[in-house]
């Protein structure tokens, strides 16, 4: 297992684990573009990815212009093995090493993403009126916890 910078040829593989989820899928998988990954990866933000025997697995991408996850994703064959948190760990350090601003992230309720984000220490804050739930982290809160 390798976890390192996303790269634009990883685009088609992310496209590839974004389609894949049972949760909090697409309704349309067009509506994510290659290019609003490229943007997202080379200049809003940065990704993550984790290969294991050169296939993506997972990714994660961090947004710094709008503070916020942009996305966390896992092939379901590869949930429950720690790469989901070794990939959002890596991006949280990374982004709090750039701003100190809070970071924030929605998801539906009653995922198993819902209760990943609150055993890792997000603070639920409000829910959208698409009934998504907002979670925030700030800067203290992540390096009291790290």
């Known amino acids: ?23 909090n899928t697409l309704s349309n998988p067009d509506l994510i573009t290659d290019g609003q990954c490229q ?7 940065k990704g993550w990815v984790c290969e294991i025997d050169e296939e993506i697995v997972g990714f994660s991408i961090v947004d710094l212009q709008e503070k ?20 959002h760990d890596i991006m949280l350090n990374w982004y709090f090493l750039q701003t ?12 198993r993403a819902e209760s990943f984000y609150r055993k890792a220490g997000w603070t639920q804050t ?10 925030e982290m700030s ?8």
């Open 1 to 23: 297992m390798k976890i390192r910078e996303a790269q634009t040829e990883d685009i088609r593989q992310i496209q590839i684990v974004r389609n894949a989820v049972k949760e």
């Open 39 to 45: 943007e997202f990866i080379t200049i809003r933000g």
């Open 68 to 87: 916020n996850i942009w996305a966390l994703f896992l092939k379901p064959e590869n949930e429950k093995k720690g790469i989901g948190r070794q990939l």
């Open 100 to 111: 100190r601003d809070t970071v924030w992230l929605s998801t539906t309720p009653g995922t």
């Open 126 to 135: 409000d829910k959208f009126s698409n009934n998504e739930i907002y979670f």
């Open 139 to 146: 800067y203290e809160h992540w390096i009291e916890k790290h």
